[in-house]
């Protein structure tokens, strides 16, 4: 049965009645509750499965997201950014080079 249909009568969803839940639960013992289970979640997890695992997770997300993005945007997305990151990395390398002459000239004032 799908989540969103009705229940004969006109009864609540499942997702209405999880949220309804999920609302009641957060008035009752706050936010602070949800990081405790979370945490505790994530430690089961962690000895269950081992580090591997989050590796595993990690790398079937990430080549999801980017398999996204490349069919979403198309490779003059990424020329763009590229283009973008190259030009950032210049202009801190000559913000760098600055500083670094400014920081020499101070020092021989000194000096002198």
Do not use: C, N, W
Request: no cysteine; hydrophobic share 25%.
């Amino acid at each position: 049965m799908s989540t969103l249909k009705r229940k004969p009568g006109g009864g609540m969803t499942v997702r209405e009645a999880g949220q309804k839940g999920g609302e009641t639960v957060k008035r009752k013992y706050g936010p602070e509750f949800y990081e405790q289970i979370g945490r505790k979640g994530g430690e089961a997890t962690k000895l269950a499965h081992g580090h591997e695992f989050y590796e595993l997770i990690g790398k079937k997300g990430g080549k999801k997201g980017g398999e996204a993005t490349r069919d979403r945007y198309g490779p003059a997305f990424y020329e763009e950014i590229g283009q973008k990151g190259g030009q950032k990395v210049k202009q801190l390398i000559e913000e760098g080079k600055k500083a670094a002459a400014a920081a020499r000239e101070a020092s021989e004032k000194k000096a002198s």
